[in-house]
């Protein structure tokens, strides 16, 4: 627990990257059209989003509401987009008609993004078979991250989940960091971090006017407080 934990905010323009970053944001995620629970966004507002911060950025590659892949060839397209503007982190995943894994939609785009880090989003929460997905995935270059709230319905459900998957860190398809988001609360982090989770994703708990307003810098500056004040808790009680 004596990490600096990783925060990443969901950004839908220039004004959210610039108040995320200023609360003290790690990373944003980039996306449009919450209604769909985000969608890839426009290469103009990548590009003007990389121009006004200098943390990380991850790109959401969807183009449709659900978790089928539709047109892979366009979804290829538009990642080239993304990376032309100047994107060099992304978030995929796709799931089949069975609920696994959509595996050759997901290689194919991989092997677009040649190297660039990504994170595996919430489809996990909706797969049929959690550790097969992430067996059969394992492998594939630059998956970094799983974003997940352990359950589809959210954090409060997915607790459990997430604090078993925690605990196999570093087992055959579970190299990969968690980093948790789906209704998350801060009053789940101190179960989350003393189970070794150093990641958190937020979206609607740094817009105090909900998803039609921006992001709050101060918002963003409660949650880096507290997450540094677990840390720093961590750190006293050390012998």
Not at 40 to 56: E, L, Y
Not at 107 to 124: K, S
Not at 133 to 154: E, V
Not at 200 to 218: E, K, Q, T, Y
Request: contains cysteine; charged residues 25%.
């Amino acid at each position: 627990m004596s990490k600096r934990a990783v925060l990443e905010v969901i950004a839908l323009d220039i004004e959210d990257a610039v108040a995320a970053q200023a609360g003290g944001a790690d990373r944003l995620e980039l996306v449009t059209e919450m209604a769909a629970d985000g969608l890839t966004p426009p290469a103009a507002t990548v590009a003007g989003i990389r121009a006004a911060v200098d943390i990380d950025l991850r790109v959401m590659l969807r183009l449709a509401d659900g978790f089928a892949a539709g047109d892979v060839n366009r979804l290829v397209r538009v990642a080239h987009e993304m990376r032309d503007a100047g994107a060099d982190q992304f978030v995929l995943g796709f799931l089949d008609a069975a609920g696994g894994v959509d595996l050759a939609a997901v290689e194919r785009l991989v092997a677009a993004l040649d190297g660039c880090r990504w994170t595996f989003h919430r489809a996990i929460d909706r797969t049929a078979d959690r550790d097969t997905l992430r067996r059969r995935i394992a492998g594939l270059p630059g998956l970094d991250t799983y974003l997940t709230a352990g359950a589809a319905a959210g954090v409060d459900e997915g607790l459990p989940t997430l604090v078993s998957e925690a605990a196999l860190g570093g087992k055959p398809g579970y190299e990969q960091q968690i980093m948790v988001g789906g209704g998350l609360r801060l009053d789940h982090v101190p179960r989350l971090r003393a189970a070794g989770i150093e990641a958190f994703h937020i979206g609607g708990a740094a817009r105090p006017g909900g998803w039609l307003g921006p992001v709050s810098a101060a918002a963003v500056e409660q949650w880096r407080s507290v997450l540094d004040e677990d840390v720093a808790l961590a750190r006293s009680d050390r012998p």
